[in-house]
């Protein structure tokens, strides 16, 4: 239960760092700055909402692709890995542009 609870503790500080983070890098660049409360929701989106369901849907392409079809154990962890890049890569980019 202990351990449990450290893990949790552990996810909150690192959201919270990577809030922070984010705000800063913004104002650095000079954007305008936003609301905390909208930083925290599309960050909140990204990590524990979008996160998950892509890796979930790349865990089921790769068992898909490996052991149904039978492909390379590489080729069937590269092709969902890429797409799953290629989908989050620029959502994480745009926290920083607006």
Not at 7 to 34: M, P, Y
Not at 37 to 60: E, F, R, S
């Amino acid at each position: 239960m202990l351990d449990f609870l450290w893990n949790f503790i552990a996810s909150v500080v690192e959201w919270l760092a990577d809030l922070f983070v984010l705000r800063r890098v913004r104002s650095a660049k000079g954007k305008q700055s936003r609301p905390w409360q909208d930083d925290a929701k599309d960050l909140a989106v990204l990590d524990w909402w979008l996160l998950p369901l892509y890796a979930t849907a790349a865990t089921g392409a790769f068992l898909l692709l490996y052991l149904a079809l039978d492909w390379p154990i590489w080729l069937s962890f590269a092709l969902p890995a890429a797409v799953v890049a290629w989908r989050l890569v620029p959502r994480y980019l745009e926290l920083f542009r607006r």
